[in-house]
């Protein structure tokens, strides 16, 4: 079984990948004896593989100790470990129905706890930004926890974070507590701020999107203590 995304690039790649990642790592010449294919080849498979984030590489030093050229020994970045299966979101919808059954309440104190330990990292992040920073910061965290989120700055003067993947989709269809649980994040993380979700996968849409609107008394305050001109 292969992922769409994994699936979507051209076949020798897609081997090349696979072949790494059965093997840990692989030199060149292992990988053009393993897919039939001449060295020279495998080098433009690699460098293209390596241009896209998918391959990364280390040198081993020439094992004959005459000062040989090193061998590159390639392995797969996390972004490439990302395209291949995972059951992720099963496991854990399994073992939320375990603790569902025991208690609906421990389903709710999981969640709870994740959000509050996410949003005392964040806070610790998004501490010395400008209310512009920490839009762009707090977008910063989502995209790294695999959100591949953004944000924009829109004509009214509010912001839009949008979040173009759900990391957590399958557990979100059956727990309800994951998509307030979301929200309730970025209120906390960013508690100067309106926060509201305008667009919602769960919902069908295609993207999660939050209105960011800076709260009318953090503006009053911050021109409370505005330094005077002198």
């Not at 490439?80 to 995972?86: E, M, V």
């Not at 994740?114 to 990292?121: G, H, I, L, N, S």
């Not at 994040?185 to 295609?206: K, Q, S, Y």
Request: hydrophobic share 40%; glycine share 6%; proline share 4%.
């Amino acid at each position: 079984m292969v992922t769409a995304a994994l699936d979507s690039l051209a076949p020798t790649r897609r081997s090349i990948l696979c072949e790494i990642k059965r093997r840990g790592e692989a030199a060149t010449d292992e990988l053009a004896e393993a897919e039939a294919l001449t060295v020279s080849a495998v080098r433009q498979h690699l460098a293209a593989l390596a241009a896209d984030g998918l391959v990364a590489h280390r040198q081993e030093p020439a094992s004959d100790g005459r000062g040989g050229r090193p061998r590159h020994l390639y392995r797969l970045t996390p972004r490439a470990h990302g395209l291949f299966p995972a059951a992720y979101g099963e496991l854990t919808n399994e073992l939320l129905g375990y603790f569902s059954e025991a208690s609906p309440e421990l389903v709710d104190d999981a969640f709870q706890r994740r959000r509050r330990r996410r949003t005392e990292a964040a806070r610790a992040r998004l501490a010395g930004h400008d209310f512009a920073g920490k839009v762009a910061e707090l977008a910063r965290i989502l995209d790294e926890d695999g959100y591949l989120a953004d944000f924009e700055r829109l004509d009214d003067g509010t912001w839009r974070i949008t979040e173009h993947n759900c990391a957590i989709f399958g557990v979100a269809r059956r727990y309800g507590q994951a998509c307030s649980s979301e929200i309730e994040f970025l209120r906390e993380a960013l508690p100067e701020a309106d926060i509201e979700r305008v667009a919602h996968m769960v919902a069908g849409a295609h993207m999660c999107s939050y209105r960011v609107a800076p709260r009318a008394d953090s503006r009053a305050a911050r021109r409370r203590v505005r330094p005077k001109r002198q």
